[in-house]
């Protein structure tokens, strides 16, 4: 039985790779990549590479054998039709006769424009027939520490947030989540609502870049026009920042809050503070 993982030289298909590579040999994993380039040093430690992409899916032929376990992660090419495009992964799994397909998703709770792919996505897995996970991940910590620099520049978090409140995780225990399907047994048809075990307003994200830079930084709440029009500004297609605007008016329903425990019991430890996000994001 192999394990065979979409995405796998994206942000979290790496952390997924990697910490498969601690619990099964690496000649059990397959890493299905754009660009063989970029898996090179993946491909040095024993995983096998598939080249494969989601917009041509003959090349998805033979990726998939009978009685592998499989991670499809959400593509991140939001103007070409996302759920045709993870179909073919689907389709392939089916026809190869994949013991398991699990999917990085999205909130139940989230109502925003972004979720309308995951939702079509669930849709088809599950009339596919085939033994399935959704893995409803909620908001990543690095969705914000990853880009400090112009926070730190106006001393201001910027959101249309309002007092909301986000279940963030990191990328880390999202991952180990998913290895904890991919490599454990009694997952089948199983959905996960998965989030940080302490949910936390963009007043204590400010309060708490400032403890830790010394600095004033600031939470301004603004509306979601005027969040799109900040981002457009800063070179975001506007489709593009209407979506994370949307996001934000979710936020301020309290529809990234996810309740319930699911990852923290997936992984086995409590989930990764944002403090810690935050001092490993300065440091850089």
């Not at 993982?5 to 590579?21: K, N, P």
């Not at 940080?196 to 400032?210: C, H, K, Q, R």
């Not at 979710?250 to 997936?266: N, P, T, Y």
């Amino acid at each position: 039985m192999g394990i065979v993982v979409t995405g796998a030289t994206g942000h979290l298909g790496r952390h997924v790779v990697e910490q498969l590579l601690e619990k099964v040999p690496a000649e059990r994993i397959t890493a299905v990549v754009r660009d063989e380039a970029k898996a090179a040093d993946l491909a040095a430690r024993g995983v096998r590479l598939a080249v494969a992409d989601y917009n041509r899916p003959e090349t998805f032929d033979g990726v998939v054998a009978a009685g592998d376990k499989v991670l499809l992660i959400s593509g991140n090419e939001f103007d070409k039709g996302r759920p045709q495009q993870h179909r073919v992964v689907i389709d392939a799994a089916k026809a190869a006769g994949a013991a398991l397909l699990a999917y990085t998703s999205a909130p139940g709770t989230l109502t925003a424009a972004l979720a309308d792919d995951h939702r079509a996505t669930e849709e088809t897995l599950l009339a596919s027939g085939l033994p399935y996970v959704l893995l409803r991940n909620g908001w990543y910590h690095e969705n914000y520490t990853e880009n400090l620099a112009p926070v730190l520049e106006h001393h201001a978090v910027v959101a249309a947030a309002g007092e909301g409140r986000v279940s963030s995780a990191s990328r880390a225990d999202y991952a180990a989540a998913a290895v904890a399907v991919l490599t454990g047994e009694g997952h089948e048809n199983a959905t996960y609502e998965l989030g940080g075990d302490t949910a936390w307003s963009f007043a204590e994200y400010a309060a708490e870049l400032s403890a830790q830079t010394g600095e004033e930084i600031v939470y301004n709440a603004v509306s979601a026009e005027a969040l799109t029009g900040i981002l457009t500004g800063a070179g975001l297609p506007a489709p593009l920042a209407e979506v994370f605007a949307g996001v934000d008016a979710s936020i301020e329903k309290g529809e990234l809050v996810v309740a319930g425990g699911d990852l923290s019991r997936l992984i086995g430890r409590p989930t990764t503070p944002l403090s810690e996000a935050i001092a490993a994001a300065l440091k850089g």
